[in-house]
């Protein structure tokens, strides 16, 4: 039977994949860790829900022992735009936190650890197109820093220690059932939102800008599909490139006036342009789809309209 404990549930993705593994797995048995948000009724009430701090190690432990957990997913971290405006607390909470659940993992002997990455590894020195998943990793962010000393430290345990650890690098998650979490990519939920109360959208990247992106069901279908995997196909381990689709926030512009006409954006790029600039505009996720058979539902098109679906019921319209 599976033990899972995801810490960071209250946040972007970790509040929706402890749903999906709870349906998954039945809800008692996946521990939701939060640090200090209030989590959903949704959340509070399927399952068990403890208040912890990813720094904390000891009380990080003693709660793998009390629930007998065997499986981590590590989903708490301080994200590009926000660790910018305070890069310390991003170091910190990036880098401890990972050190302490890899040290919990060893020392408990845990079956597996799941830890995304990002795109964010990557930086100008990159090709920016359909980018390989072995290439230069220079970023210029804290937050990108983090995950490449992040990847580097779960193959360190994997072959040292052989605690079975997995991750991908995600590229910008769109959803929305929760709202943006201090990301460069932030603008794409922002934007949707925007158009679904009617109201215009100031855009803080350039009209050209393109990223790669994905909707949450393929995040939550990516990670939990890797957790599944055969370990002895994976040459990888935790730097799996996953993507979906890419496009400009221009494009996605239009393509919400297919169902929002009358919808304007204007665009006055910040800091967040630069961040943005230095990540690639495309992936090459080959080595995903090889070893453990990723494939994406979604494309922007599909994701706009269900996009359009579901969020005047979220924003209670």
């Not at 022992?65 to 301080?78: E, F, G, P, S």
């Not at 929305?176 to 949707?192: N, S």
């Not at 215009?200 to 990223?211: G, N």
């Not at 239009?254 to 943005?276: G, L, M, N, T």
Request: charged fraction near 25%.
């Amino acid at each position: 039977m599976e033990r899972i404990m995801v810490i960071g549930a209250v946040g972007q993705i970790g509040s929706e994949l402890t749903m999906a593994l709870r349906e998954k797995f039945g809800n008692d048995n996946v521990v939701a860790i939060g640090r200090k948000t209030k989590p959903s009724e949704e959340l509070l009430n399927s399952g068990p829900f403890e208040f912890s701090n990813v720094l904390n190690y000891d009380e990080l432990k003693a709660m793998v022992q009390k629930y007998r957990i065997d499986t981590i997913y590590l989903m708490a971290a301080i994200l590009s735009a926000t660790g910018e405006q305070n890069p310390m607390l991003a170091y910190r909470v990036n880098n401890g936190g990972l050190v302490n659940v890899l040290e919990i993992g060893r020392e408990l002997k845990l079956e597996r650890v799941m830890i995304p990455s990002s795109i964010a590894v990557f930086g100008p020195e990159t090709p920016r197109d359909n980018t390989p998943n072995e290439t230069i990793l220079k970023p210029k962010t804290m937050y990108g820093i983090s995950k490449v000393h992040g990847e580097l430290l779960c193959d360190y345990h994997f072959y040292k220690y052989g605690l079975d650890i997995r991750g991908l690098r995600y590229p910008g998650i769109i959803s929305y059932k929760t709202p943006p979490g201090g990301g460069t990519t932030d603008y794409t939920v922002e934007m949707y939102r925007a158009a679904a109360e009617g109201k215009p959208y100031t855009c803080f990247v350039k009209q050209d800008t393109v990223l790669p992106m994905m909707y949450m069901p393929d995040a939550l279908k990516s990670i939990m599909d890797l957790a599944e995997a055969d370990l002895g196909r994976l040459k990888h381990h935790s730097d799996f490139n996953v993507t979906a689709m890419s496009f400009s926030a221009g494009e996605l512009a239009e393509s919400i006036r297919q169902y929002k006409p009358d919808f304007k954006v204007s665009y006055e790029p910040d800091f967040r342009q630069d961040i943005a600039d230095s990540w690639p505009r495309s992936l090459d996720d080959s080595a995903a789809r090889e070893e453990w058979g990723w494939d994406p539902e979604y494309d922007l098109e599909a994701m706009t309209e269900d996009m359009l679906e579901n969020l005047p019921k979220v924003l209670g319209m």
